[in-house]
């Protein structure tokens, strides 16, 4: 499974996630996360780069946090 592991991180490392923020517990279970939940955590990312424009003049600091995730 440690390959595993590794894929997700690296997935999450190229879609722009600074894992350097998160303590090994948090990084476990990042790399724990079910294939879809993956999918959906990656797509959530992407379309919230769509719109940043947008978020980032209404919120007017960044980096943008959802549910300790930053984006």
């Not at 390959?3 to 948090?26: K, N, P, T």
Request: net charge negative.
């Amino acid at each position: 499974m440690p390959e595993d592991r590794d894929e997700s991180l690296e997935r999450l490392r190229i879609a722009g996630f600074d894992l350097s923020l998160f303590d090994d517990d948090q990084l476990e279970l990042l790399a724990s996360l079910s294939e879809g939940e993956l999918t959906v955590l990656l797509d959530i990312k992407e379309r919230i780069g769509e719109i940043q424009p947008e978020v980032q003049a209404h919120s007017g600091t960044m980096p943008m946090t959802i549910g300790g995730l930053l984006f």
